[in-house]
């Protein structure tokens, strides 16, 4: 029994978390009898072995030579020597996938005897050299740290002919790539292939903790504790022959989710040539031979139906035959991920969890996000302001400064400034600046580049493959057709069209949802069965939030008093000593606004949350100090019973105005004791508007069960709650700083911006005993939803939310998430 290595044949595709995605992959294809290359992984116990000690964990490196061996009889291939040499490919592959952040070293194996015997086997010295070339400087610089592989190589490559002499070949080109490494780093690259598959496993395992690496698991909330495996695999080689290349390609179309074959294909290439962006390759329906066409279509339909989920294959072909190299869960786009969602469950490839799992409520708000006006699009083309146009690699409209450094796009973004990013083409050490920006342009470069695999994970506009753009990173200046651009000049990007426009453009009101969309959160309320109330505060909101999906709706009175100009009249009658009569002129305040909304909201429910005088959010706008100097007793609930009486009485006069029959509460923030539950009960006597209470401290939420008794309606203010158990200020649970350097300083054991503390959850227990005496309780959540906050509501029992009216969808993405977990 081998304590670290697995071979493809002898693995479980389901350990993931041993094998990592790309070996979990490879293990199935295996299974599966496609035609994939002979190899092994070595699991990330060994790699969280090697991070503990920054060595290699004992009996490790007898292990892999001993699988080599194994590697090597069942290939009848010989690593190092003839008649066939066998090469290989040592790539890293962690659990979750982390595209191009790790790293990778192809051609490994190569000394003279193996040289000279490639040649004999292939009759080509110039491949040859090219393989010699190639695998030197992906060592050099993945394993020695190296930054050029030194100029002249390629042309020294170009040079050899296929029938030279391949001894003096290799000779020639190791020792120009030794002598621009030494000229670089001092170091040697190992003539014994042994050292050098050892050397390469330990830089894999170091890779896992390189700055991009780290950068990006910090984006994406990826644990740093994982580690990676690494799959050391036979080569095959795309850049052996014309009729021989590399691809990458999608089962459907990763950009719209459009069904269908998508992907490019670069002849006499390498894997890495496909990727890196330095080349643009064909579309791969274009580019392949028929039969190797028909045969790549019958084997991704049939991995697409065994795994349920659109899968992201890179291949290569040698000599007209198909190899598959890779396969894992395609990164996709917001627009995408979301009309994948919802065909694969109609198709019935997959469940209704497992579809809702592979959309985020972040896709969701993306495809929500707002575009350019279309008539300043069409007059921007009118007046030339057209750059150029490349391939749209991730959908968004965005408009910013230009930027030419990734550094400088982190230190721009960070002074508050939106950013274009302007690249000839992008690399792993580039994603710091790519995060900041809220636009991607680059030179070069396919859709399945770096910039653009990337970007659609981040769901940021991303252009590629640009090819008139000529990025001067020295002058900080961007050429077009002679046209020319400096850094920090007005540019507005669209990832749908590949278009890049120089000067801003106005934002249009975001898009209705898609059909996709429609129907993908028609399963999520479906399965969550809960209940949406949304946000808004004019009539012109009602029926943005009905069609959100929202089954009610909540306000505030003051909310709506600083919408339509008429605050500082609410504040003048408190300050006013005219008692009754300043009262008076408070419901007239208030019948006169809600009766438009109350109007357009129709006969559904509207909850109403009451004016709060020491509401920390409106501090300034309710001049507070002045008000509750004069008054002191409105810093609690029920200190003047005839201005909640006044609001009770706005209200019945707004519903009246309204013409229709909507459902109203007015609910009272701060309420902690029963005693003011049942004050409150009597004010609102006779009323035809319901009376209720917002829970917002820990008191309030321990005595929920008495308090409910005596309420129509309980809302749980959680933000507020969560503030309060902290001893922080609410507003900061809205923000990113200060929580965002507190949490990553480990002083706080949870974010409560998106978790639920342990202390507040308990409370919540007792708030969700309240629903048993017939009390409609609520969770108000302000901002951005959680998911992992959603699911434990869920799980305590709560099903009626009321959230911001652009979250609406995304909370119905995460309750059906909830309900089907």
Partial sequence: MTAFTLAFDEADPADVDRLGGKGSGLARMTRQGLRVPAGYVIGTDACRAYLGTRTLPDGLADEVL???AALEARTGKTFGGGPVPLLLSVRSGAPVSMPGMMDTILNLGLDRTAAVALAEATGDSRFVADVVARFHAMYAETVLGALDPGAGIGDLVADVGPRDDAGAVYDRVWAACEAALADDTGDSVPADPRAQLVGAVEAVFRSWN????????????IPHDLGTAVVVQAMVFGNLSDDSGSGVVFTRNPVTGEPGLFGEYLAHSQGEDVVAGTRTPDPVTEALAPDLLAELRATCSELERAQG???DIEFTVERSTLYLLQVRSAKRTPEAAVRIAADIVAEGLTTPATALRGVSVEQVRQVQRPGFADTDVERARSAGRLLTTGIGACPGQVSGVLVLDPDRAGERAAGGEDVVLARTVTSPADLHGMIAAQGIVTATGGSTSHAAVVARALGTACVVGAGALRVDEAARTLEVDGRRLHEGDDVSLDGSTGELFAGRFAVSTPAAATGALGDLLGIAAAAGAGEVLARVTLPADVDAAREAGAAGLVTAIDDVLVATGHLDGLVAHLLADGGVEALDGVADLVAQEFAPVLAAAGDVEVGVRAIDLVADEARELLQQTAVTTRHPELTVPLGRPALVEAQLRGLERAVEKAGGAPRVHLAVRHVSDAAEATALRELGRGAAV?????????????????????ADVLWVEVRTLQAAVFGIPARHLLTAEPLDGYVRRGLLSCDPRTTL???????LVRVAAAQEAGCRVGMRLSGQVSEEMVAQLHGLGFR?????????????????KAALQ
Avoid: M
């Fill in 66 to 68: 001993a699988r080599l």
């Fill in 210 to 221: 390189t700055r991009r690496a780290r950068t990006y698991r910090d984006f994406h909330k």
């Fill in 309 to 311: 989920d659109v899968l």
């Fill in 690 to 710: 319901g009376v209720g209470a917002y829970v917002t401290g820990p008191r309030a939420a321990f005595a929920a069960e008495a308090i409910a008794a005596a």
């Fill in 757 to 763: 503390d342990p202390a507040v959850a308990d409370l």
């Fill in 800 to 816: 009626r939310f009321a959230v911001d009216a652009a979250e609406v969808r995304p909370l119905l993405l995460a309750l059906g």
